[in-house]
């Protein structure tokens, strides 16, 4: 899904000069530039003014070997929805940093102007980004960021870069915004046979947790999408998926938590030193009881992945 929003670029400066000799050997001064009123053509304004054109890449889906989610959730960031992001414009020790923002479907740069005393041919490299703090790190740069541990206030990453000299496009930017992160949802059900086994019993989940994730790290950006990475990627948080009652059938029911945007990351099911999640769960007049489901975590940028959580008679007891 792909929209562009072109904008056109206003140019403006103006200089005059005029020369003089001795009474001896007199150089008669240039004459000046008339004004417009005077029919002659205004000078020139030689500011150079910028603009943004805006497109995004959408994730890819991953399937799962319990089969595709339901796919209703809208928690993603698109070109649709982004509504403001940060830019930097870098050109050896010259940085400029630049806040963009949408209004009526139009964009918006402040400041508007070009980087000064760069030929209109030198490429300027631009970092544009929606969250995170950023970092130049002598000419390799990248976002220090971080996932918050409440669900209800995490925030999709986007990035795009580009190098790009103002008399390429006359001033305008064109950036293809890609998703960082990635995206997981969470459905729940459980099996035929549970279900059977359970007979007139009703199961009811009261609270799901994902726990002992990796939630902060280093995107470093390369040249292309492709080519950045995520480094020094640490931390154990933990997400509350659920935490209100909710009767298990065995069709999948999307949890209240929609999207996570995770750190890239790759962890080994390792019990309760690896990510795993903790589920407690009642059944017809039982205490409630916790069951603990450990992960394989391979979760890569840009890509939504589904976890169907299957609840099974080997863990539900």
């Known amino acids: 899904m792909k929209r562009k929003q072109i904008f056109y670029t206003l140019v403006m400066a103006a200089g005059l000069l005029t020369a003089c000799g001795t009474d001896d050997e007199r150089i008669p001064a240039e004459p000046q530039t008339q004004s417009a009123a005077d029919g002659a053509q205004a000078p020139a304004d030689l500011t150079r003014h910028i603009s943004v054109e805006v497109s995004e890449r959408p994730m890819a889906e991953e ?4 089969g595709r989610s339901l796919m209703t959730r809208a928690a993603i960031t698109t070109t649709e929805t982004l509504s403001n992001f940060k830019m930097k414009g870098v050109y050896g020790v010259q940085t400029k940093d ?14 508007n102007t070009w980087l000064s005393e760069l030929d209109e041919n030198t490429k300027v490299q631009f970092y544009a980004y929606t969250n995170g703090t950023f970092y130049p790190n002598s ?4 976002i220090d960021f971080t996932v918050d541990e409440n669900a209800s206030k995490q925030y999709d990453l986007l990035v795009a870069t580009n190098s790009v000299a103002y008399n390429d496009h006359k001033g305008t930017v064109p950036l293809t915004f ?21 007979g007139e019993k009703t199961l009811t989940v009261n ?30 948080a933990n997400y509350t998926l659920n935490s209100s009652d909710m009767k298990i059938t065995t069709t999948p029911k999307e949890l209240s938590s929609n999207y996570l945007f995770m750190i890239p990351q790759e962890r ?17 007049g ?5 069951a603990t489901i450990p992960l394989n975590v391979n979760w890569e940028k840009s890509t939504q992945y589904t976890i169907n959580i299957k609840l099974g008679t080997t863990l539900i007891k």
């Open 63 to 66: 399937g799962t070997a319990e």
């Open 98 to 111: 630049y806040s963009v923002t949408k209004s009526d479907g139009k964009w918006t740069v402040d400041p």
């Open 139 to 142: 000419g390799t740069p990248f």
């Open 178 to 198: 890609d998703h960082a992160c990635a995206a997981l949802a969470f459905n729940i059900f459980m099996s035929n046979t549970l279900s059977g086994d359970l």
């Open 207 to 236: 609270s799901i947790v994902l726990k002992n994730v990796f939630n902060k790290g280093k995107y470093n950006f390369g040249t292309t999408f492709d080519e950045s990475t995520w480094s020094d990627v640490k931390g154990s």
């Open 268 to 284: 080994a099911a390792n019990g309760t030193d690896g990510t795993y999640l903790e589920i407690s769960y009642t059944f017809s």
């Open 286 to 290: 039982q205490e409630r009881t916790i």
